[in-house]
């Protein structure tokens, strides 16, 4: 049996809400789009503001809409700063990190060889996965999002950043194993973690998920994406290898300022040429942020129709002929 393409955006709850559950599932049916990441970062949208959508009357319609539709559903979501409250930090600070100035901080992260934060990291998440149920079984927890947010304690840094990542999702994946045994996990490529990890192994259903932000999109991914990207395939599955890309992601390309809400750049032979060469390296499972792109605001500025017609073409170029 041929392995099925996932063909998906990522979106905020509050994109989601600003078209209502309707109109965003007739827009990616018309454009074959069989999968939505629904996203929170803690800073404007966090998990709360997750759940309190998905517990209303538009959320529950999304999620019958979707299976109705065999549209899967993902979270892709930095849950560190929920998981582990950085108010913890006054009296245990020995769970979080030391930074790059050899100074103990609850700003990111956390000290990923503390044994006692995976206490209250175990609590909080089996919380977590009773309401958030990925069709895929597919989960997405992602550590800060950050470029020097590691920890520098004696036992953390002989680990790069992409180590102390993956030792912390090893852990994760046990954990939520234990409510979904069927459940897999991301290990996020990306900024600072984006070679591939050396001394830590992924534990079986760890699967990577390959984020190259920055990009220019006129250019081909850069050599040192490239070279990532190959690396990390060597440790990671090929089969279950997953690209969160930024085509649409119109947050992005507005620095994410809502007084900017910029256009996105979209070429289809850029989009084309991209995913040609991660199909040659064996990737099928793609997604990409249509942040504030798939919102009632982006179409009253740049045009409902063209940005349907934007997601059409993207859906298409995913859509392998059988
Ligand atoms: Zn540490």
């Not at 990111?108 to 909080?124: D, P, Q, R, V």
């Not at 234990?178 to 001394?199: E, G, I, Q």
Request: with cysteine; proline share 4%.
């Amino acid at each position: 049996m041929q392995k099925e393409t996932f063909r998906g955006v990522v979106l905020y709850p509050s994109d989601i809400r600003s078209l209502g559950a309707d109109k965003l599932i007739h827009i990616l049916k018309k454009a074959d789009i069989n999968l939505i990441g629904i996203h929170s970062n803690t800073l404007t949208e966090n998990l709360d503001s997750l759940k309190i959508y998905l517990e209303s009357a538009d959320g529950r319609l999304l999620i019958d809409l979707c299976k109705e539709n065999n549209i899967d559903v993902e979270y892709e979501c930095h849950v560190l700063q929920e998981i582990l409250p950085r108010s913890l930090f006054n009296e245990h600070p020995e769970y979080f990190r030391v930074d790059s100035n050899g100074v103990r901080t609850n700003d990111l992260n956390i000290c990923f060889s503390s044994e006692e934060a995976w206490i209250t990291i175990e609590k909080n998440v089996t919380e977590l996965v009773t309401w958030m149920k990925p069709t895929t079984n597919r989960y997405f927890f992602w550590i800060d999002d950050s470029y020097d947010g590691f920890c520098n304690c004696d036992k953390c840094k002989p680990f790069s950043p992409s180590d102390q990542a993956l030792i912390y999702e090893n852990r994760m994946l046990e954990i939520i194993r234990r409510v979904n045994p069927d459940a897999t996990l991301a290990h996020l490529a990306y900024a600072s973690t984006l070679d591939a990890p050396k001394t830590v192994k992924p534990e079986e259903g760890i699967f990577l998920e390959f984020a190259p932000i920055g990009r220019n999109y006129e250019n081909p991914l850069p050599s040192e994406q490239y070279n990532a990207l190959k690396t990390n395939l060597e440790i990671f599955p090929k089969e279950t290898a997953h690209i969160l890309e930024y085509w649409l992601d119109a947050s992005m390309f507005s620095g994410w300022n809502r007084d900017t809400w910029n256009k996105i750049p979209w070429d289809t032979n850029f989009c084309k040429r991209d995913i040609e060469l991660y199909r040659d390296l064996g990737i099928e499972s793609f997604t990409t942020f249509a942040t504030w792109m798939f919102h009632q605001r982006y179409f009253e500025l740049y045009g409902q129709d063209e940005a349907i017609e934007v997601a059409r073409e993207y859906g298409s170029i995913l859509k392998r002929e059988k």
